[in-house]
């Protein structure tokens, strides 16, 4: 059994019998990878906190016949105000699911690695937890090849808030692959057309502008008031929607909690 | 493997294969040692197995399995009723009440939220859990939330305080951290955190 070390976060975690845990990793030099944790239910394990959800833990591996067996763990990073704010905890799994469903196994990439990390530490402190999110989902579809054109009607190439800055009508279109200008933006009667006002456009643009490396700077950003931030939210939710074909199942929570408050 | 026995055999030993912590080695014994029980006692094994599901139900009050509508517990007038422990699974509840420690009562809530496997607080005994407390009678003065101290413990509590707290009533959860005869070099850094949270004036 060749044995090795790894970097990687905990995006998933089943019970696979009585007293063994099913890993799913994300790691900058492996990509996502399955590895079972053998013992990791078990009250006094060594295991059981290195290997739960949304932790940075170096393992230490082997190859199995059919899975990577977890034979030593360190965690090096465990986001611990995460668990005391359901709103951060809540938008962490989102943050794990949606990396877990937008990547093949043993497709390595340190830059959604580091997007995964960046985020999960900012959603530890950052107000709202949910520009995080949407920091992370503008990074990943630019990450994933589908990042929109934020900057100029996706029909006529006009520039972007521009000259229709106080019209507040625009719109992401999916089909497109891009923003809409408020004469050929039609968010009421096309199902492609996010409706985005003038706030809500400029935030997306700053997220993107920010880049992969640039969320340090989201804590400084100007407040988005609460149209601005449920527009962004819709309009890169179907984005993701549409390319990944699936909802995230951690969104269904995560909707719960802004309905209820 | 299965291809060795005939086939009433193969399907006992399937089915045994499919419970908790059995292999095939164990199925295969378990079956091979009721091949030799009496024919009473596989009937009385049978009769207990067919009646398990039709004869145990769960509690109105606390969702616990039951005998009856309402179960030993919720009736009992020695519990201290203005007590409430939740708990996630049936089993919980037993771990608890082996302690001989609790006197109250409990509500058990089936489950626990996970987000990421699509369970939501409406597929729990949440709502009940609340409706319970808002109505209780006599009045639920401590509700003590025994969860895990996992991601999904840590949310279905939180919620379930969210929801609790503004019906007037203390919320507390239990302590976790270090585990009893543990040792702090072998604890990890969450572990450690944890310990630190929870501690307390001596
Ligand atoms: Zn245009
Ligand atoms: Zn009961």
Known sequence: MPAYSATAIVLQRRHFSETDNILTLYSPEIGRFSAIAKGARKPISRLSGATELLTCTRFGLASGKSLEIVTQVEVLESFPALRHELPRLAHGLYLADLLNHSVEDHAPSPELFELLRSGLRQLETLSPPELAARWFEVQLLGDLGYAPNLFECSICRAPVPGEFAREERFALSITQGGVLCPVHARPETNEDHSALGTGALRLLQTLEALGLGGSAALAALPAAGPRSLDQARLALRRSLRVHLERDMKSLEFLDSLRNSV | MAVYYPKPLARLVSEFEKLPGIGPKSAQRLAFY?????????????????????????????????????????????????????????????????????????????????????????????????QRVAEGDPRVEEVILATNPTVEGDTTSMYVAGLLKPLGVKVTRIAHGMPVGGDLDYADQATLIQAYEYRREL
């Open chain 2, 34 to 130: 009721i091949m030799r029980l009496p024919e009473e006692e596989t009937r009385a094994l049978a009769d207990a197995l067919t009646t398990i599901k039709a004869s145990i139900k769960f509690c109105r009050i606390c969702h616990n399995y039951s005998e009856g509508e309402i179960c030993d517990i919720c009736t009992d007038p020695r519990r201290d009723h203005t007590l409430l422990c939740v708990v996630a699974e049936p089993r919980d509840l037993i771990a608890v009440e082996k302690t001989g420690e609790f006197k109250g009562v409990y509500h058990v809530l089936q489950g626990v939220i996970s987000p990421l496997d699509g369970i939501g607080p409406d597929k729990l005994r949440i709502k009940d859990l609340q």
